[in-house]
């Protein structure tokens, strides 16, 4: 069967749920037995978001290959249940940056390289290497909205790709919003109409419109938006808002919308299996139990830039049927005096990842408090190393002891930028050039970890060996293990040659992990994550002590 193409466009404003609504599609094809895969387009001309500001964009989300992508293949992952890699984000900065690489190196024989045919053949070669006998259909999200400047390559690439393939090949979706205007007490149609005018002005005929909406529209709502958008009055669907992300897959199927997908493009689907969906969100709405984490760190005015550790809290939640309340703490609040107030009736805490040394010492008070007050702690990359930190200073009796990306001047570096590893993906080594470029300078992308029988990660995993994605510079300074071993501190995952430490614990604690690695990132609502489960247990386990 020949590759079938959806692309997935979004209009009226920015935030309406596109890759959602993408992940939700895919995982809907899924459960009827058709091969899928999902790429997002971002507009953006950074290569990648591996050097965007947090608070702009967002997690940057890693996958098993080292791909620093957009927060959206998240969703793709956790919805899909499959790991997806470089070739499944592509940003402007890539496309040009691949462009101009071919100019310099005179692939075009010395011709005036043009937005068209140039970069749109770029993207659509990227599209198009997603297209195997082993795929039914690719799913394509157009980051950025309609009438976005940066976005018009990509929408006019998508746009010839109908010609390429063929209309029975290729499915245009475009979300909306139709918003609810309450002193009137009615939906509002007209921006919608604009915006598929917006999209038909550049040549691209939606067959779909899911509009997004607070309220549920009116079979006279959905005809009149099929009037004016030029599209079959049973192409209009509400994606209404939901109360849980997971919820929108059962809603877009009760709507019909993956039905007419498989009709429009003469998929050979059966019918769904969502009964995994629906115990799923059975779960989420019927909880036997709830329990409140504390997330300590620096971007947590933005929720997105967790939104997968977020994610997997959740999912760990589900594991133990509890629903997880979280509480949010800007680090820099955080001190000696502040700690007990802010972190109060917690059940657990978690200090994840960052850069920079802003809030640090918020995050290392934090975990003295987890420590001394016997509270479930659970550490994500800088949060392991900040436990190391901690314990190094509070009870190795290193006063000084501290990273070197926060003192290069330290006397007692226990965390330290490696200048050399093994990479066990490649068979090579790799070397740390501090003079490159920032993301030259990380281990990205998923690294084997080796457990020690006898400790939670290996209660947790019930393997000897898993491979985890990483994302940070600086390591653990083995130098310093024997004596913090000495003192109490547990190393319970290792690489495979143990040069890198990449799990520490302890053991007159009820439970206090810190991993080098970003477990949030291969969690699943299907299947969550087992150190994100054993940390909720551990909490719940807290709480009917306390």
Same mark, same amino acid.
């Given at each position: ?76 992952? #956790? ?5 997806? $890699? ?19 190196? $005179? ?49 006019? *690439? ?10 029975? =090949? ?97 998929? *050979? ?50 594991? =133990? ?8 703490? =800007? ?12 972190? #109060? ?20 008070? *934090? ?51 490696? #200048?050399?590893?093994?990479? @066990? ?51 653990? =300074?083995?130098?310093?293990?024997? #004596? ?36 949030? @990132? ?25």
């Amino acid at each position: 069967m020949t590759t079938k193409f959806l692309f997935v466009t979004g209009g009226v404003l920015s935030s309406l749920g596109k890759g959602l609504a993408a992940a939700s599609i895919a995982a809907l094809l899924k459960a009827r037995g058709l091969r899928v895969t999902i790429q997002k387009l971002d507009p953006y001309i950074n290569v990648d978001p591996g050097t965007m500001n947090p608070f702009q964009h967002g997690e940057v989300y890693v996958t098993d290959d080292g791909a620093e992508t957009d927060l959206d293949l998240g969703h793709y992952e #956790r919805y899909l249940g499959i790991h997806l $890699g470089q070739n499944n984000n592509y940003t402007s900065g890539r496309i040009y940056h691949s462009v101009i690489t071919k100019e310099r190196r $005179g692939d075009y024989l010395g011709g005036t390289v043009q937005v068209i045919p140039h970069i749109t053949d770029e993207i659509k070669n990227a599209i198009l290497s997603l297209a195997s006998d082993a795929m039914d259909l690719v799913i394509v999200e157009i980051g950025g909205t309609v009438g976005d400047i940066e976005g018009l390559p990509f929408l006019e *690439a998508i746009r010839q790709l109908r010609a390429d393939l063929g209309k029975d =090949n290729v499915l245009y979706i475009h979300l909306t919003l139709v918003p609810f205007i309450k002193a009137a007490g009615e939906v509002k149609t007209k921006p919608t109409q604009h915006s598929v005018k917006e999209l038909r002005s550049l040549g691209i005929q939606p067959d779909i419109i899911l509009c997004r909406s607070e309220v549920e529209l009116s079979e006279d709502i959905k005809n009149k938006i099929a009037l004016f958008c030029n599209v079959d009055k049973d192409a209009v669907f509400t994606a209404i808002d939901v109360n849980h992300i997971y919820e929108l897959p059962l809603m877009l199927y009760e709507e019909g919308v993956d039905q007419k997908i498989a009709i429009l493009l003469r998929l *050979a689907a059966k019918n769904p299996n969502l009964e995994p969906w629906r115990t799923l969100v059975h779960t989420l709405h019927h909880p036997q139990h709830e329990v409140e984490i504390a997330v300590v760190g620096k971007y947590v005015d933005l929720k997105e830039a967790y939104k997968s550790l977020h994610e997997a809290l959740t999912h760990g939640g589900v594991a =133990n049927h509890a629903r997880v309340r979280f509480r949010y703490i =800007n680090s820099e609040t955080v001190t000696a005096e502040t700690a007990p107030s802010l972190l #109060r009736q917690v059940h657990g805490i978690l200090v994840p990842g960052g850069f920079g040394t802003r809030g640090v010492e918020g995050k290392i008070q *934090a975990i003295t408090y987890a420590r001394t007050q016997g509270i479930p702690f659970f550490g994500i990359c800088l949060g392991m190393q900040c436990a190391v930190i901690e314990y190094a200073r509070n009870v190795l009796g290193l006063a000084q002891a501290n990273s070197e990306e926060f003192d290069p001047l330290t006397p007692d570096p226990v965390i330290y930028l490696m #200048r050399e590893w093994y990479d @066990f993906r490649s068979g090579c080594m790799q070397y740390r050039d501090p003079g490159c470029d920032k993301g030259g300078t990380m281990r990205l992308g998923a690294y084997p970890c080796r457990m020690r029988p006898g400790t939670l990660a290996h209660a947790a995993y019930k393997a000897e060996e898993v491979w985890e994605r990483h994302r940070h510079r600086y390591e653990f =300074n083995t130098a310093y293990q024997e #004596r913090l071993e000495a003192a109490g501190l547990v190393i319970s995952g290792t690489s495979p040659d143990e040069t890198l430490v990449e799990i520490v614990e302890l053991r007159d604690h009820p439970w206090f992990l810190g991993c080098q690695f970003h477990p949030e @990132f291969t969690s699943t609502p299907m299947q969550p994550h087992p150190l994100f489960r054993d940390f909720i247990a551990a909490a719940l386990a807290y709480q009917r002590g306390a």
